[in-house]
């Protein structure tokens, strides 16, 4: 072979390994399906959660810090505010990363992007609408620690609905002790009535002792004989039967 047909073979050679390292750079950037899809399927094991604590802030209003689990450095979570919360910006505590406070009640939406350290970068990997339930700062009130009103719905640490004024929580109280004191005198009214109809039944008797000892004896008779009767014919059945079994 001539040394310029081994030249161009030599040369040739080194544009098929040029053309195969550009393919494989090239490839090493892009965003798999197969790879998208197992991001997608390990960002759906982010889970979100909360913590609270009772003390308000200068503003008097209840905030409540979300965290996640199962969070790595693969991703990056954004809220509906555009704030971005990185994996390598935050302290693990308690098995979790804590990313912001947010006002009691609040919804959330939180989306879930891939990380530079994936070639499929910023893509949107999850969607999570995150509520908050809403704190009731009537449930510290005084009126809520008797007894006697555990049971007012306004009381309830979780009460679903806002309560705009003192004025508000205290005419619903009003009504509250009012349905239970109504309740409170029927059952004492149903009380007295049974009380009324045992105590009239023993004025009766004792009123009438000459008619009321007779028939009480009657009575009496009348059950033990009614029983007497009864367990006589169930041994009759029986001893027929048994005649019967042997006839």
């Not at 609270?52 to 809220?79: A, H, L, Q, W």
């Not at 406070?101 to 949107?124: H, I, P, R």
């Not at 309560?163 to 409170?184: C, N, P, R, V, W």
């Amino acid at each position: 072979m001539s040394f310029n047909k081994k030249m161009l073979l030599v040369f040739a050679a080194f544009i098929v390994f040029l053309s195969f390292d550009a393919v494989k750079a090239e490839n090493d950037g892009v965003c798999s399906s197969s790879e998208l899809s197992a991001l997608k399927k390990e960002a759906r094991q982010i889970e979100f959660s909360y913590t609270f604590d009772d003390t308000p802030n200068s503003y008097r209003r209840y905030d409540m810090t979300i965290g996640v689990n199962n969070f790595n450095d693969k991703f990056y979570i954004e809220d509906d505010a555009g704030a971005e919360y990185y994996y390598v910006d935050y302290q693990e505590e308690d098995n979790k990363y804590n990313l912001g406070t947010y006002a009691n009640g609040q919804q959330v939406t939180f989306k879930v992007y891939a990380s530079n350290e994936t070639d499929c970068t910023a893509k949107l990997l999850y969607t999570k609408k995150y509520k908050l339930p809403h704190y009731n700062d009537y449930s510290k009130n005084e009126e809520c620690r008797k007894k006697e009103n555990k049971d007012f719905e306004y009381c309830d640490k979780w009460f679903e609905y806002r309560i705009d004024s003192d004025e508000e929580f205290m005419t619903a109280l009003k009504e509250y002790q009012e349905k239970g004191t109504h309740k409170s005198e029927n059952e004492e009214e149903e009380q007295k009535e049974d009380k009324t109809l045992i105590a009239k039944i023993g004025d009766w008797y004792k009123s009438n002792l000459i008619i009321a000892i007779p028939l009480t004896l009657v009575i009496v008779v009348a059950i033990v004989a009614l029983v007497y009767f009864v367990i006589k014919k169930i041994k009759d059945s029986k001893k027929k039967v048994k005649i019967d079994l042997e006839v």
